[in-house]
């Protein structure tokens, strides 16, 4: 756990407080394309350019959630940036 408050680099991340969950991802404000093709159910869930929030577990929209990670985080890499 980081406590609030605290600098932190990552690539992709979720602040976990009641009652919502919010995660960014970074990689879109560098690749907009990763978010081409991504379902309407997350779309729905976007705040924002790059952020997702969630009020109750959705198995499915995680699963997708965490193939979109991957893809930032490859293309991250490719970039040099991690």
């Known amino acids: 756990m980081v406590p609030h408050g605290s600098r ?8 976990c ?3 919502a969950k919010r995660g960014c ?5 560098a690749r907009p ?7 309407d159910g997350l779309r729905k869930r976007m705040q924002g350019k790059a952020c ?3 009020t109750a577990p959705d198995p499915k929209l995680f699963k997708e959630l965490a ?3 991957a893809k930032g985080l490859k293309a991250f ?3 040099g940036y991690v």
């Open 25 to 29: 991802l970074f990689p879109v404000y």
């Open 77 to 79: 890499r490719e970039a």
């Open 52 to 54: 997702f929030n969630f």
């Open 8 to 15: 932190l680099r990552c690539e992709s991340g979720f602040l």
């Open 67 to 69: 193939a979109l990670t």
């Open 33 to 39: 394309g990763l978010l081409d093709g991504i379902s």
């Open 17 to 19: 407080r009641l009652p």
